[in-house]
């Protein structure tokens, strides 16, 4: 028997993800350059961000140095590559003044900026980065460690600790080159004077001092994200 799926996001109804869509006007426009590998991955994260982002748009691929719909867009837009090489400049936090590693793009330019994210593993991000000359010569950003170790991808297992999903790395660096992104101060004594709220354990406690910054607009998608990851996880669970 052919499993009834979702018509809007056509998965299976029991998995359907339509209830953590979060709509946001976001202001830079984001391209994920997405390895067909990841297309039907029901542990990814660009389905949700897509539909979430009003100015998204997804590309499947693995070389993109001849791709005609990416090379229009780089050449009528002012395009920063979020990919951690070593010529990336790391995108700044507030109150950094180190202007060294503050990146905003070329304010003088007059056309729409273009946030691209690489969609894939370590290993195939970082083929499809290779493989891809135009991708090369764009300017290279990257999240300052504070955000880049903060991942809260519990789902899927990644070649880093801490790492980052595909959405969590968007809302991070949108929220930056925006002025989105703010400070916020949380207590760390709670948890070790054990005065956690009845109805909070201990591991919700410990997610809330990690995350210690508010990403504006992103923020109610980030903790849909969070919500996303608690859902697949009670599947794991059911069948443990």
Not at 30 to 53: D, F, I, N, Y
Not at 83 to 111: F, I, M, R
Not at 127 to 143: E, G, P, Y
């Amino acid at each position: 028997m052919s499993r009834i799926l979702c018509q809007q996001c056509q998965r299976p109804t029991i998995a359907c993800i339509c209830g953590f869509i979060c709509a946001v006007d976001n202001p830079t426009t984001v391209l994920v350059l997405q390895h067909p590998s990841e297309v039907k991955q029901s542990k990814g994260t660009v389905a949700l961000l897509s539909r979430s982002l009003s100015h998204c748009q997804v590309i499947v691929g693995e070389d993109f140095s001849q791709h005609a719909e990416l090379n229009i867009l780089l050449a009528s837009h002012q395009a920063l590559l979020l990919y951690p090489s070593a010529q990336a400049h790391v995108l700044s936090l507030p109150q950094d003044e180190s202007d060294s590693t503050h990146v905003s793009g070329n304010e003088k330019s007059q056309k729409p900026k273009l946030l691209i994210i690489i969609d894939g593993t370590w290993k195939k991000a970082y083929r499809m980065f290779m493989l891809s000359s135009n991708l090369q010569a764009l300017n290279q950003v990257c999240l300052p460690d504070t955000l880049a170790k903060s991942g809260q991808y519990l789902i899927r297992k990644v070649a880093k600790k801490n790492a980052l999903s595909s959405l969590e790395a968007c809302c991070f660096a949108l929220s930056l080159l925006e002025g989105e992104l703010t400070e916020i101060e949380l207590s760390e004594n709670k948890l070790c004077e054990g005065e956690l709220e009845d109805n909070q354990s201990e591991d919700k406690a410990l997610n809330n001092i990690n995350h210690n910054f508010d990403c504006g607009i992103y923020q109610a998608l980030l903790n849909n994200f969070t919500q996303f990851n608690q859902f697949q996880l009670s599947f794991r669970q059911s069948t443990s």
